[in-house]
Structures are given as C-alpha cells and as structure tokens.
C-alpha cells in the first residue's frame, strides 16, 4: 500500500528534513504535496528527482490526502485541523496540540499504542522534551524515577531557518568588525549563549522550559513527575545536547543505567571516559540515534546519575519521529534507514 502525502511547511528546515527522513526510509509515496505560505507558492522543491509546486496552505484542499504531515506552526492550526477533517491522519510539529487530551502525544519508542488511538491529529512533542523521553523511559521501566533535573544546549536550527541565517550573518558582521543585528534572539548568538527559548510566564519560566516538564509528565504518564529545566540556546547549528540528572527511588549504579541504555530502541551509549569518548552534536548531527555519554553516580546523591545526551533535533526531535509516529499508525514498516 502507498500513500498520498502532504508536507505543510515544505520549506521551513524541518520541512526539508521530512523530504530527505521520507526518501531515507523509503515511505511508500504514491503521490506528494508540498505547501508553505503564499511566500513561498508556486516555488519549486525537488524530491526523488522531480519538481514539486509549492502549494499555499491557506488555498490547499486536503481532500484524499492519507497522510499531512504539519511543520508550519501552531498558528496554522486551522489547516490542520481542516486537512484531519478531509480524512488526512496529521501530525503536528507545533505545539498547538500537544496537551489536548483527544489528541496523543507520541514518541514511538515510548509509547506507540496511544498513537493508535488518534482522532485524526497526533501531536509530535517538543524537540528537547524527545530526545529526553527516549532515554528516561527504559530507566523509568527498570528503577522509577523520583526527580529529573536538566539543562540544555539548544541548537540554531532549532528556531528555523531565520535563526541559521542570523548565526551567519552575525559571524561574518563580526569578521567584518560591525555591529551584530540580532532580530530572532533577544541577544548576539554567535560566540555566545542564552539562558532564555521561546517566551518567560509570570513565574520566570520559559515556555520551552514549561513544555519539557508537562510533555514529559504526559508521555512518560507520571503527571507529578518532578523536572526542573533550564533551557539554554546555544552557538550549534544542528543537533540539541542536554546535561541531565536522574535521581531514581532506589540506588541505581552507572553500570546498570549503561547496560539498559544499551538495550533501549533509538538510544546509542558512547560512554568510555579512559578513550575521551562522549557524544558531541556533531556526532548526533544527521542520525536517527539519541547518544547517551558521561554516565556517572551524583556525588552529592546515591540514588542520582548525571549523564549526558544529544540528538538531531530535526530529525528525532522533529521529522523523523513524525514519520516513526505515521508508520506506527499505519502499520507501515520502515524501509532502508539512514
Ligand atoms: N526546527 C526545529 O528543530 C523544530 C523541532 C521541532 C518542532 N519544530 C516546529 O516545526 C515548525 C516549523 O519549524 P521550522 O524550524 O522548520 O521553521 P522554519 O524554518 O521557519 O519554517 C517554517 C515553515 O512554515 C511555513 N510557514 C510559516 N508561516 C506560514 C503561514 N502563515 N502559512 C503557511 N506556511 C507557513 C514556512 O513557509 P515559508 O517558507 O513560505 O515562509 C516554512 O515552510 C514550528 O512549529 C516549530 O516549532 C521545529
């Protein structure tokens, strides 16, 4: 069986990304359609060596469309909804639905069967709170966790493609000695890094902060599960790391944390501190795997391990855990991986 498939935010850097993970893993495609905003109509994009008319979104009709998978923000959630009422199974990137209770909030490795039970919508979560699930959940199987401290080291690409273009540009103002002109982050990024992603609430958390402690309670299904995180944008282009504390219900050694890690699916240890090995983003960068390194006991904590993680987010943290979530659904199984 193949499917008719849309890509709403064909153009965007998650949109790009959903075109190579699709090729990559072989989708079955009978037919593809790619829609942006009217900026962006009547573009061409290339796939599997043809050209496709960009579409506006605002003008598409969804009509026998299988599968649409959105990465154009939570303000085109209308279409989303529109292309779910036209029988399309969706799945978001936005946060727009991620804590609507009709609509699962799926990390196939964590928790594929919620995915099934979708009413037209299934929510991809935040790319941060991704890569974290994927490595907390086969710990949580094996010793419940009691806390979840972390930081992050957020990539550029994280912000889209206008964000790369200002880590460039302000890279080369500065070869150049002019000022830098900083108009997606509240601050220079380039040789820098900021303690602040997305938005502050009244209590001096930011929304993507927000976002990693109630998606993560909702897919790992501990709704008072404690997290604290700092999110912090950093000067990568690609690839988002995160220095992570788990303190567990019982003393859990970092042998054991590296032999369960080892068995969980999407996860990879790089943890040999004789040989200087740890996972860098550049090592996550293009893959489908989460890396896991720096595995230690908290000296502070016997119940805790601090260990380290990066993953691509824009492929697990975004495209490639989409399609992992449609081919869950759909029972497709994944072709030739990456
Ligand atoms: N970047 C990541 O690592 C990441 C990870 C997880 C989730 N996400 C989410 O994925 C979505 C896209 O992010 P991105 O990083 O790919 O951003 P991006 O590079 O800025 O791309 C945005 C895409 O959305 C389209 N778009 C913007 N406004 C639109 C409108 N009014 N109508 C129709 N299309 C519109 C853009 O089309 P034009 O080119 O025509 O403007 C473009 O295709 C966002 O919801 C983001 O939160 C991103």
Redesign the pocket.
């Known amino acids: 069986m193949s499917y008719a498939v849309a890509i709403?935010?064909?153009?965007?850097?998650?949109?790009q990304e959903f075109l190579r993970v699709l090729e990559q893993r072989a989708f079955p495609i009978q037919s593809l359609r790619l829609?942006?905003?009217a900026?962006?109509a009547g573009k061409t994009v290339a796939y599997g060596g043809v050209d496709h008319v960009v579409e506006d979104?605002?003008q598409a009709d969804f009509a026998g469309v299988d599968v649409a998978f959105f990465?154009?923000?939570?303000?085109?959630q209308e279409h989303a909804r529109r292309a779910a009422a036209q029988g399309a199974l969706v799945v978001d990137?936005?946060?727009a639905f991620r804590m609507d209770p009709d609509v699962p909030l799926v990390v196939p490795e964590v928790n594929a069967d919620a995915g099934r039970a979708h009413q037209g919508i299934v929510a991809?979560p935040?790319?941060s709170t991704i890569i974290l699930v994927v490595v907390l959940a086969p710990l949580e199987a094996q010793a419940r966790i009691r806390r979840v401290v972390v930081s992050t080291y957020q990539a550029v690409?994280?912000?889209?493609?206008?964000a790369l273009a200002e880590l460039e540009s302000q890279a080369q103002a500065e070869r150049d000695g002019s000022p830098l002109v900083t108009e997606v982050y509240p601050a220079p990024i380039h040789a820098n890094v900021i303690p602040f992603v997305q938005g502050f609430g009244d209590d001096a958390i930011t929304t993507e902060e927000w976002k990693m402690v109630r998606e993560t309670r909702r897919i790992l299904d501990r709704p008072e599960l404690a997290l604290s995180a700092t999110c912090v944008r950093v000067p990568v282009r690609r690839a988002h790391s995160e220095a992570v504390n788990v303190e567990f219900e019982r003393e859990v050694s970092p042998d054991e944390v590296r032999a369960w890690l080892a068995d969980a699916p999407g996860v990879r240890v790089v943890d040999d501190p004789a040989a200087l090995a740890f996972p860098t983003p550049r090592d996550a960068s293009d893959g489908d795997d989460v890396l896991v390194g720096r595995i230690r006991t908290d000296p502070g904590n016997p119940r805790a391990v601090d260990l380290w993680l990066t993953g691509d987010?824009?492929r697990k943290?975004?495209a490639l855990n989409a399609v992992q979530i449609a081919e869950a659904v759909l029972g497709v199984e994944a072709g030739a991986a990456s």
């Open positions: 709403a935010g064909a153009t965007g850097v998650v949109g829609m942006a905003s900026r962006s979104l605002a990465s154009a923000g939570s303000s085109q990137n936005s946060s991809n935040n790319c690409s994280g912000s889209g493609a206008a987010q824009l943290g975004a």
